[in-house]
């Protein structure tokens, strides 16, 4: 699985996200998808009722023990599907939105790119 290595900050419900934050203490088992892009949207662009924005499904690989509304925290990001047009997308400094449907419940920059993780790999 390709991945990339980002520092994330889940934002409280009083913000518009989570009201508990996710279990990320088993290996690849929180899966939430990212949309790169602004950090400070809040909400997700939808024609009627389908959402327009690319979505890419990701899965938590590693990450502190412990994490905490609006602190950020490193963590390594595992890509669901592997597709071309990631690995340009996903560059350090890149800025995603982190999404469960259409809910913002986090946010991040990519602090190593896909194309760096898997030279590495």
Do not use: C, W
Not at 20 to 40: A, E, F, K, Q
Not at 62 to 76: C, I, L, Q, R
Request: glycine share 8%; hydrophobic share 40%.
């Amino acid at each position: 699985m390709d991945s990339f290595e980002a520092e994330v900050t889940f934002i409280p419900k009083s913000d518009g996200g989570r009201s508990t934050l996710p279990l990320l203490d088993l290996d690849y088992s929180y899966r939430p998808h990212i949309v790169m892009g602004d950090i400070g949207q809040r909400k997700a662009i939808m024609e009627g009722n389908y959402i327009t924005e690319p979505y890419i499904g990701v899965a938590f690989r590693s990450s502190p023990e412990k994490v905490e509304f609006d602190k950020a925290f490193p963590a390594k990001l595992a890509l669901v599907y592997s597709h071309p047009d990631y690995a340009e997308m996903i560059v350090e400094g890149a800025t995603f939105t982190l999404r469960e449907g259409a809910l913002i419940i986090g946010y991040g920059v990519v602090t190593r790119s896909l194309s760096l993780t898997a030279e590495q790999n």
